[in-house]
């Protein structure tokens, strides 16, 4: 079936360090992608997407490249301050569902 | 700006009970969705929900779950006998088209508890 895996976090960064946050997808067929992020005793946010093969994704400094070759839809952001600590998932939808698949979540610590 | 909100946001209910999780999804939206998360484990998709019926649901939503949208804004899950495994998270998400990509926004959350 389709799915999503991220890697295991937590992941601890210092303030201005890079991040990336690997994600990759199965599908049958070709899904939307998502990342979203939860801050904590909050929702869910879209944090950006992508529909298609090729789209980059971009939000507050954060990308993602859908990348048909290699299933990947891999979060980056060049300098990550204290404020974007929280769980980040990333998710997909198939264009004959609604329901989106989200991977188990991967937390993101920064270290003043 | 606009947003999805879910009550309680704690819940704590003794097995074999009912219980009712409310939402109130943001007021253009015609999609309606719930998700749970058990601790440590991941958001799944339970029910979708366009035009006053189901558009999808999981295994998970077996014959102990149900939804309705009562009146104009609220959206409610109902779980008519709860076990112990359904402890969770119970997220409740709307927007304003099913499928190809569109947003889901998500509401905060109801924490159930199930003793």
């Known amino acids: 079936g389709n799915s999503v895996t991220q890697m295991e976090g937590p992941v601890t960064l210092s303030e201005e360090a890079f991040l990336t946050i690997n994600c990759t997808y199965t599908?049958?067929?070709?899904?939307?992608l998502f990342w979203y992020v939860q801050y904590p005793g909050e929702g869910l946010q879209l944090l950006l997407k992508?529909?298609?093969?090729?789209d980059k994704g971009s939000n507050k400094g954060f990308e993602a490249t859908y990348r048909k070759e290699t299933t990947s839809f891999h979060l980056e952001k060049g300098s990550v301050q204290v404020s974007d600590s929280a769980v980040y998932f990333c998710?997909?939808?198939?264009?004959?569902?609604?329901?989106?698949?989200f991977g188990s979540g991967t937390r993101l610590l920064v270290r003043p | 700006e606009p947003e999805v909100t879910q009550t309680p946001s704690h819940q704590v209910t003794q097995m074999g009970q009912e219980v009712i999780l409310r939402c109130v999804p943001i007021?253009?939206?015609?999609?309606f969705y719930w998700y749970r998360q058990i601790l440590g484990q991941k958001v799944e998709f339970l029910v979708s929900?366009?035009?006053?019926?189901?558009?999808?649901k999981s295994e998970i939503f077996d014959d102990q779950f149900s939804v309705e949208r009562p009146d104009g804004s609220n959206f409610t899950l109902k779980i008519r006998s709860t076990k112990l495994e359904d402890s969770a998270m119970y997220f409740c998400?709307?927007?304003?088209?099913?499928?190809?990509?569109?947003?889901?926004?998500f509401g905060p959350g109801t924490r159930l508890t199930v003793t």
């Open positions: 998400a709307s927007s304003q088209k099913g499928s190809g990509g569109y947003e889901q926004y």
């Open positions: 599908a049958t067929g070709y899904p939307s």
């Open positions: 992508a529909t298609k093969a090729d």
């Open positions: 998710a997909l939808q198939m264009d004959s569902s609604y329901k989106l698949i």
């Open positions: 007021s253009n939206h015609l999609y």
């Open positions: 929900f366009y035009n006053n019926e189901i558009s999808e």
